[in-house]
């Protein structure tokens, strides 16, 4: 699991090793994740 | 054999020269790097940096040319000390030495040597990056192997990926 | 003793050389570096001076701590009246320079007249003298740095110097140390070369004294990990300023195509990640946990493999999205030009996307660009461009006045296009969806300017609650709102102050990160490095006479509330994209003078934005100019 902020709502979450995209649990904005750094997740856009 | 040695790793210096700063506050009570017993050599147009510092020899070379028996070793921390009192400032520790370990004080007439601050040196203690580590000899090759490894196991997947 | 530290007055023109003691007063006053510069800028200089004449005053200001083992500590002011803006003149430089100056046995240096021939200034404890750089004159800032320590013989001298754009006057010249440390904005470089003074070179082996020195140790150790805990200067230790770019890219708060766009869509290979291809480990100023700043190589323009340190954030904006050039070579190639010529990174790619801009909408034509194509995202263009700023060659020389006289020359409605004010660029931050940055890059002192005042932290969603702690009143968490964002900007500006005025990196205090060491943590710095008493009501008012200084000079020569604007395009033209709560914005006229009524308000100056009386005599100012130095 990696910690990421949501960049709509600001709050933090979890996302799975790997995963390509992310819901965000107190908004439900989807993401695009990309994994630029061993384990650490990045949010890449808009799903 | 020393317990704990100062593990110098210069390919992660970033140049900040923290370890200088803390070295002479704390030695020295005044900030003023030229009285540091530690240094950082600084290519700076290749962005190079190497720490240089006393590395406390088994055999210290400063020991065998002293003409005064002003070193010893201190059996708490294993650092090679020299005794100012004795020390009648000839500097041939410094003119000896490889490592630039023993260094001329031109304020006090003495050398200048690194005594891992009674144990606790601050250089290691403020080096964020880890260029500069206070650790078990057993850890500092352990440390060492890893990294080689690591190089290796990189050259490896280069290897398997390729027809 | 701790604080019997000295100024050098120093006159090119006579070549005379005065050494005085810095009173007590003027540290409890103003403690260092920006701080006695602005009290020297208003002192010193004349209203109305021409900012490229002898007349002006150039100021270094070593910060009040420099030289402590924490926070980047290694800092150095450099004021003057700004040619590019005619406004404050101020920029702040890392790098080792300042702690070396202060070594020598220096903490100010007041430098004004005009040398006959190039010189440069040597500065080996306590000595000054005036050296012949007629040698050094033409040479790009590594190769004077190298010149100058074979000169004496010595590797570990620290020069701040002047490239070629300022021999060549360029209004946005910097001042230049190391590989890429640079005093950027404001033309600070200019008025070095206005004055034939092409560098300042220090080597000290002096002891700087320290009040409580064991305790300081300990406390600097407690202030490194304070920093490196937080979970910006983490990242930022690996990514450098360029980790701005994930979050304000994806989101949309970056000016693109000039200011048609607010996200760079093709701009994934801007991502700091890609600075891996490239970097072989980071490096950092004096005393600097965080080392931000990368070492890498890459080809340049023409082929050849250079080394080079950054870039940072505002080069990914000024070479990479302002100009639509996607790559993140683009961006390593043109850092590295910008510094070897001593140019402003940011004025730079600022002017060349208005440029670009114009010539898309045929404002500009060919023969007036020497024919070169100002296509957005021609990366040969940004080179070459870059290139004739500094050499004033062609259209080159149109642009390296900078915004207001290149507007006089091009005329056609280009000023419209123009982000910038006071006549200096705004970084390539959109500003559109957020109220707050937008006051502060009005009212900033030195033109737009994103390092006078920016609440960065603005941009987190913080809970009220702590908002309301730091700023010390209510403040909404919503980036996109107005409420309580002038007292966000009045807070940062005098922590900034503050930080300039010690002389530590801004990064380690509340800027981006939220949990920095701030106001408690200076006092207890001060406290056991000098002795001094300055609790955190007082240290505020430090940063509020300092910020207020700068506004009595601006004053003086001649701005008023009228200049504390922003672009038009900012209230016409919404943010065609991004997030849904940055999309479609402007500033709201009205909500934007509301936020400046209530700015001045908080300062406690008119409604023209002039400090009134009673606020001047709190502070202590009714009788500037007060020649105390």
Same mark, same amino acid.
Request: proline share 5%; with cysteine.
């Given at each position: 699991?990696?910690?990421?902020?949501?960049?709509?709502?600001?709050?933090?979450?979890?996302?799975?090793?790997?995963?390509?995209?992310?819901?965000?649990?107190?908004?439900?904005?989807?993401?695009?994740?990309?994994?630029?750094?061993?384990?650490?997740?990045?949010?890449?856009?808009?799903? | 054999?020393?317990?704990?040695?100062?593990? !110098?790793?210069?390919?992660?210096?970033?140049?900040?020269?923290?370890?200088?700063?803390?070295?002479?506050?704390?030695?020295?009570?005044?900030?003023?790097?030229?009285?540091?017993?530690?240094?950082?050599?600084?290519?700076?147009?290749?962005?190079?940096?190497?720490?240089?510092?006393?590395?406390?020899?088994? +055999?210290?070379?400063?020991?065998?040319?002293?003409?005064?028996?002003?070193?010893?070793?201190?059996?708490?921390?294993?650092?090679?000390?020299?005794?100012?009192?004795?020390?009648?400032?000839?500097?041939?520790?410094?003119?000896?030495?490889?490592?630039?370990?023993?260094? !001329?004080?031109?304020?006090?007439?003495?050398?200048?040597?690194?005594?891992?601050?009674?144990?606790?040196?601050?250089?290691?203690?403020?080096?964020?990056?880890?260029?500069?580590?206070?650790?078990?000899?057993?850890?500092?090759?352990?440390?060492?192997?890893?990294?080689?490894?690591?190089?290796?196991?990189?050259?490896?997947?280069?290897?398997?990926?390729?027809? | 003793?701790?604080?019997?530290?000295?100024?050098?007055?120093?006159?090119?023109?006579?070549?005379?050389?005065?050494?005085?003691? !810095?009173?007590?007063?003027?540290?409890?006053?103003?403690?260092?570096?920006?701080?006695?510069?602005?009290?020297?800028?208003?002192?010193?200089?004349?209203?109305?001076?021409?900012?490229?004449?002898?007349?002006?005053?150039?100021?270094?200001?070593?910060?009040?701590?420099?030289?402590?083992?924490?926070?980047?500590?290694?800092?150095?002011?450099?004021?003057?009246? *700004?040619?590019?803006?005619?406004?404050?003149?101020?920029?702040?430089?890392?790098?080792?320079?300042?702690?070396?100056?202060?070594?020598?046995?220096?903490?100010?240096?007041?430098?004004?007249?005009?040398?006959?021939?190039?010189?440069?200034?040597?500065?080996?404890?306590?000595?000054?003298?005036?050296?012949?750089?007629?040698?050094?004159?033409?040479?790009?800032?590594?190769?004077?740095?190298?010149?100058?320590?074979?000169?004496?013989?010595?590797?570990?001298?620290?020069?701040?110097?002047?490239?070629?754009?300022?021999?060549?006057?360029?209004?946005?010249?910097?001042?230049?140390?190391?590989?890429?440390?640079?005093?950027?904005?404001?033309?600070?470089?200019?008025?070095?070369?206005?004055?034939?003074?092409?560098?300042?070179?220090?080597?000290?082996?002096?002891?700087?004294?320290?009040?409580?020195?064991?305790?300081?140790?300990?406390?600097?150790?407690?202030?490194?990990?304070?920093?490196?805990?937080?979970?910006?200067?983490?990242?930022?230790?690996?990514?450098?300023?360029?980790?701005?770019? +994930?979050?304000?890219?994806?989101?949309?708060?970056? /000016?693109?195509?000039?200011?048609?766009?607010?996200?760079?869509?093709?701009?994934?290979?801007?991502?700091?990640?890609?600075?891996?291809?490239?970097?072989?480990?980071?490096?950092?100023?004096?005393?600097?946990?965080?080392?931000?700043?990368? /070492?890498?190589?890459?080809?340049?323009?023409?082929?050849?493999?250079?080394?080079?340190?950054?870039?940072?954030?505002?080069?990914?904006?000024?070479?990479?999205?302002?100009?639509?050039?996607?790559?993140?070579?683009?961006?390593?190639?043109?850092?590295?030009?910008?510094?070897?010529?001593?140019?402003?990174?940011?004025?730079?790619?600022?002017?060349?996307?208005?440029?670009?801009?114009?010539?898309?909408?045929? !404002?500009?034509? @060919?023969?007036?660009?020497?024919?070169?194509?100002?296509?957005?995202?021609?990366?040969?263009?940004?080179?070459?461009?870059?290139?004739?700023?500094?050499?004033?060659?062609?259209?080159?020389?149109?642009?390296?006045?900078?915004?207001?006289?290149?507007?006089?020359?091009?005329?056609?409605?280009?000023?419209?296009?123009?982000?910038?004010?006071?006549?200096? *660029?705004?970084? =390539?931050?959109?500003?559109?969806?957020?109220? +707050?940055?937008?006051?502060?890059?009005?009212?900033?002192?030195?033109?737009?300017?994103?390092?006078?005042?920016?609440?960065?932290?603005?941009?987190?969603?913080?809970?009220?609650?702590?908002?309301?702690?730091?700023?010390?009143?209510?403040?909404?968490?919503?980036?996109? *709102?107005?409420?309580?964002?002038?007292?966000?900007?009045?807070?940062?500006?005098?922590?900034?102050?503050?930080?300039?005025?010690? &002389?530590?990196?801004?990064?380690?205090?509340?800027?981006?990160?939220?949990?920095?060491?701030?106001?408690?943590?200076?006092?207890?710095?001060?406290?056991?490095?000098?002795?001094?008493?300055?609790?955190?009501?007082?240290?505020?008012?430090?940063?509020?006479?300092?910020?207020?200084?700068?506004?009595?000079?601006?004053?003086?020569?001649?701005?008023? /509330?009228?200049? @504390?604007?922003?672009?038009?395009?900012?209230?016409?033209?919404?943010?065609?994209? &991004?997030?849904?709560?940055?999309?479609?914005?402007?500033?709201?006229?009205?909500?934007?003078?509301?936020?400046?009524?209530?700015?001045?308000?908080? =300062?406690?100056?008119?409604?023209?934005?002039?400090?009134?009386?009673?606020?001047?005599?709190?502070?202590?100012?009714?009788?500037?100019?007060?020649?105390?130095?």
């Amino acid at each position: 699991m990696s910690e990421v902020r949501c960049l709509n709502c600001l709050k933090r979450f979890q996302v799975p090793q790997n995963a390509e995209t992310a819901t965000c649990p107190h908004c439900n904005t989807k993401f695009r994740i990309s994994w630029p750094a061993l384990g650490q997740a990045k949010v890449r856009g808009l799903a | 054999m020393m317990e704990r040695i100062l593990f !110098i790793d210069p390919e992660k210096c970033t140049g900040c020269r923290l370890c200088e700063t803390a070295c002479s506050l704390r030695n020295e009570k005044v900030l003023n790097p030229s009285l540091s017993r530690i240094h950082v050599a600084k290519w700076e147009t290749a962005g190079l940096y190497i720490p240089v510092v006393c590395v406390q020899c088994e +055999s210290p070379i400063c020991q065998t040319v002293c003409p005064v028996r002003a070193v010893s070793r201190d059996e708490k921390t294993g650092a090679v000390v020299i005794d100012a009192d004795v020390c009648v400032g000839c500097r041939l520790c410094a003119l000896y030495c490889p490592f630039a370990g023993a260094q !001329i004080d031109s304020k006090k007439g003495k050398i200048l040597k690194c005594d891992l601050c009674s144990g606790e040196p601050v250089c290691a203690k403020f080096c964020d990056p880890k260029a500069l580590q206070y650790v078990k000899a057993t850890t500092a090759n352990m440390m060492k192997q890893r990294a080689a490894a690591q190089r290796f196991s990189e050259l490896m997947k280069k290897m398997l990926l390729t027809p | 003793m701790v604080l019997n530290r000295k100024i050098a007055y120093i006159n090119l023109s006579t070549r005379e050389v005065v050494q005085k003691p !810095i009173p007590r007063e003027m540290r409890t006053l103003y403690l260092g570096g920006r701080g006695i510069n602005m009290y020297l800028l208003y002192n010193h200089i004349q209203p109305r001076t021409d900012p490229l004449s002898p007349e002006n005053v150039l100021m270094i200001g070593t910060g009040l701590l420099c030289g402590i083992p924490c926070l980047g500590s290694g800092r150095c002011d450099i004021a003057a009246k *700004s040619p590019l803006t005619s406004a404050v003149g101020d920029s702040n430089i890392g790098g080792f320079f300042a702690p070396e100056l202060r070594l020598a046995g220096y903490d100010h240096l007041v430098i004004s007249g005009k040398a006959e021939k190039p010189v440069y200034l040597w500065i080996s404890d306590d000595e000054i003298t005036v050296k012949n750089a007629s040698h050094l004159w033409g040479q790009d800032t590594f190769e004077t740095q190298t010149m100058i320590r074979k000169d004496h013989d010595d590797e570990d001298i620290k020069s701040i110097v002047i490239g070629i754009a300022g021999e060549n006057l360029v209004r946005f010249a910097n001042v230049r140390t190391g590989m890429k440390n640079s005093a950027g904005r404001t033309g600070m470089g200019a008025v070095m070369g206005s004055k034939n003074l092409k560098a300042i070179a220090v080597r000290g082996t002096l002891s700087i004294e320290y009040a409580h020195p064991d305790e300081l140790l300990d406390y600097c150790k407690e202030m490194n990990d304070m920093i490196i805990g937080t979970r910006w200067a983490r990242a930022q230790s690996k990514w450098g300023t360029m980790i701005i770019y +994930s979050n304000t890219n994806t989101t949309g708060l970056i /000016r693109t195509k000039n200011f048609q766009l607010n996200r760079f869509a093709e701009g994934e290979d801007l991502e700091p990640e890609n600075i891996d291809r490239y970097s072989f480990g980071t490096s950092g100023c004096y005393g600097c946990v965080v080392h931000c700043r990368h /070492r890498y190589t890459v080809k340049d323009e023409n082929g050849e493999t250079i080394f080079a340190e950054g870039p940072e954030y505002t080069s990914l904006g000024a070479f990479g999205t302002m100009v639509n050039c996607p790559k993140m070579e683009t961006v390593l190639r043109a850092n590295h030009l910008v510094n070897k010529y001593g140019i402003d990174t940011l004025e730079t790619g600022g002017l060349i996307a208005w440029a670009m801009e114009l010539y898309e909408k045929g !404002i500009l034509t @060919d023969e007036q660009t020497d024919g070169l194509k100002l296509e957005w995202g021609n990366e040969d263009v940004v080179y070459e461009l870059i290139r004739k700023m500094a050499t004033r060659e062609g259209f080159g020389n149109v642009l390296a006045d900078g915004f207001k006289p290149a507007i006089a020359k091009i005329g056609k409605g280009s000023d419209y296009y123009a982000i910038q004010v006071k006549g200096m *660029s705004n970084l =390539h931050s959109d500003e559109r969806p957020t109220p +707050s940055f937008a006051l502060g890059i009005a009212t900033s002192t030195r033109g737009a300017d994103h390092l006078r005042s920016r609440p960065a932290i603005d941009l987190y969603g913080l809970p009220k609650e702590l908002l309301e702690e730091i700023y010390e009143g209510p403040v909404s968490p919503d980036s996109t *709102s107005y409420e309580g964002k002038p007292r966000m900007i009045w807070w940062q500006e005098r922590l900034y102050a503050v930080t300039d005025a010690i &002389g530590t990196c801004k990064f380690q205090t509340v800027f981006c990160a939220v949990h920095a060491p701030q106001w408690n943590e200076y006092s207890k710095l001060i406290q056991l490095a000098t002795g001094m008493e300055l609790p955190k009501t007082q240290l505020m008012d430090v940063g509020e006479r300092i910020y207020t200084l700068e506004r009595l000079f601006n004053l003086r020569e001649g701005f008023t /509330r009228k200049d @504390d604007a922003i672009s038009e395009r900012y209230f016409k033209e919404p943010t065609p994209i &991004g997030f849904p709560n940055v999309k479609g914005k402007t500033i709201d006229r009205k909500q934007f003078e509301k936020m400046l009524d209530e700015y001045y308000t908080l =300062h406690n100056w008119d409604s023209n934005g002039v400090p009134t009386k009673e606020a001047l005599e709190r502070l202590g100012l009714s009788k500037e100019p007060s020649h105390m130095i």
